[in-house]
């Protein structure tokens, strides 16, 4: 009888490759990942951000509105002024019927997305009310709330957290389940920051001071530099009359990356892709001796003196920052801006040591509930019942590395799907053993009776496995946090169990039987 067969190499071989990946949970300098806790085992935060999506419509329109300024001014159409108003749509008087017809071309050819009624007359012209579709509108939201999603998402992965879970919650709600956060002010910091970054000229000719007592001069905005005093630590705002006109914006950013000046202060690098390149380019060779505000999210961080047309696309962002906001900011700025702000509705901080208790407790019922079954296999079934202990413990190896080898993450809920299996494992050896008992009954040898008991009782262990391996399948595929982990341990643990009980236990057997030759069976 050959000691090695293909069954037994293979089965050898998956226990082997469970155990070498199992171990790192246990021993650090294991070269290959641990088991991921979730946020209930090892504390973190629980976040639920909703996406003020109607902002991005706003936004939308404003481009319009700068667009359709652009548009009639390069036909030399002449309007009495363009606007957008609170009730999301656009304003626009004309003033006699040819710049109204002229209007009505520009619109239908390159605006044919806006809702146009017909005009309202005036004494002095024409007032026509523009707006989006709803559709159109219903479709920005949507969009919006999905690049929030992954704008977050990216910037999550290279704030390092380790097997975060972001998922969309209806129509503008994300949820964020962040294990092992440590510094949770500077995460939401991150998250919630816009990180809309833009070049706009400053207003040479007007006067600040003026403009703060009263209304700033069309097409213009008041921002402000924030500066601290080195000694005192007071912030002073520095208002800037700024050109509302964007000549540049963040979109076309390739890389944004944390470097220090010469006296060693953090600041960030950027650089833009070959069209951005161009354009600031094509900026700073129109501007010389003007200044350029780089302005990050309405706070303007440095408005240098242009001397010289910048070519090769690469600009710096200077400003009083510590080395944890510039590397924040830098990650915010790669990621990509925000379409629309963020608000926290929901925040849940779960402590490490709540987090060590559910493991403890876990761990316990765990390890109360496969003693007792182990027991009651040693006594119930006597040596075979030693085999089905061995098969279980095998097991448990198996979904742990399972765990690690797909970098899945272990949840309390995970847990109770881990001690469900243990006991469907055991079911499926209690099956093929009163199989077996019927057969020695009836004056089988052990090993007809084993292989007959084996023979009888997988097809119905099989049709019970699967059917519930099906709706772990369907929670994995539509259940959130919880249900998810819930799902993976389970599905590990019936294909673990699957393999066990059919594989492992029959090979088990096999060579007792064979190459021992065993004559009576302990059962």
């Known amino acids: 009888m050959k000691l090695f067969t293909l069954k037994r190499v293979f089965a050898f071989g998956v226990v082997i490759t469970a155990i070498v990946y199992f171990l790192p949970t246990f021993f650090n300098t ?13 504390g973190g935060m629980h976040l639920m951000l909703e996406v003020q999506n109607e902002k991005a419509v706003e936004a939308e329109l404003e481009r319009t509105v700068h667009e359709l300024k652009q548009e009639l001014r390069d036909k030399s159409i002449k309007h009495l002024g363009i606007s957008r108003l609170k009730n999301n749509t656009i304003q626009v008087k004309l003033a006699g019927k040819k710049n109204k017809k002229e209007f009505e071309k520009i619109i239908s050819k390159e605006f044919a997305n806006l809702v146009i009624p017909s005009p309202r007359v005036l004494t002095d012209g024409f007032n026509f009310t523009l707006s989006l579709p709803k559709a159109e509108m219903n479709r920005i939201k949507k969009m919006a709330t999905a690049q929030a999603l992954e704008t977050i998402r990216n910037r999550i992965d290279e704030f390092g957290v380790s097997e975060p879970d972001i998922v969309m919650q209806g129509d503008n709600q994300i949820l964020l389940q962040l294990p092992g956060i440590t510094d949770p002010d500077r995460a939401k ?10 070049f706009q000229l400053v207003e040479e000719e007007g006067n600040v001071t003026n403009a703060l007592k009263g209304v700033p001069p069309v097409g ?16 002073t705002k520095i208002p800037f009359l700024i050109k509302k006109r964007v000549l540049l914006d963040g979109s076309l950013l390739t890389d944004a990356r944390i470097e220090f000046d010469q006296y060693q202060q953090p600041q960030i690098g950027i650089e833009f892709n070959r069209k951005g390149s161009r354009i ?10 003007k200044r350029l505000a780089i302005v990050l999210d309405n706070t303007v961080y440095s408005a240098p003196v242009i001397q010289d047309r910048i070519a090769g696309g690469k600009a710096r962002i200077t400003g009083q920052f510590t080395t ?22 929901e925040e849940r901080t779960v402590g490490p040591t709540l987090g060590s208790d559910s493991v403890y407790m876990g761990l316990l019922s765990m ?22 202990d061995f098969a279980l413990i095998v097991n448990i190896v ?3 590395g399972g765990l690690a080898a797909f970098g899945a993450t272990l949840t309390l809920p995970g847990i109770a799907g881990i001690i469900l299996t243990i006991g469907m494992a055991v079911d499926a050896n209690v099956i093929i053993y009163e199989r077996i008992k019927e057969e020695l009954s009836r004056g089988k040898t052990p090993l007809a009776a084993v292989n007959y008991g084996f023979e009888r009782a997988t097809l119905t262990i099989m049709d019970a496995n699967v059917t519930t391996l099906i709706a772990a399948v369907v929670l994995f595929q539509f259940g959130t946090g919880p249900i998810k982990g819930f799902a993976i341990t389970l599905g590990l643990g019936i294909v673990a169990s699957l393999f066990t009980a059919l594989i492992l236990s029959k090979s088990i057997f096999d060579l007792l039987l064979r190459t021992k030759k065993i004559s009576t069976l302990s059962i």
């Open 280 to 289: 600031f380019e094509r900026i700073t060779g129109e501007n010389i001796n």
């Open 324 to 345: 944890n906001e510039a590397k924040d900011l830098a990650i915010a700025l790669r990621a990509g801006s925000l379409p629309a702000p963020v608000k926290i509705v």
């Open 220 to 235: 213009t905005e008041i921002l402000f530099q924030n500066k601290e005093n080195p000694s005192t630590g007071k912030i």
């Open 398 to 400: 198996l979904i742990g």
């Open 30 to 42: 294991w070269p290959h990942k641990k088991i991921n806790l979730g946020l209930d085992l090892q």
């Open 189 to 198: 910091d991150l998250i919630g920051k816009t990180a809309q970054l833009t």
């Open 367 to 388: 390890v109360t509930g496969g003693g007792l079954i182990v027991l009651f296999m040693m006594v119930y079934y006597k040596g075979s019942g030693l085999i089905a």
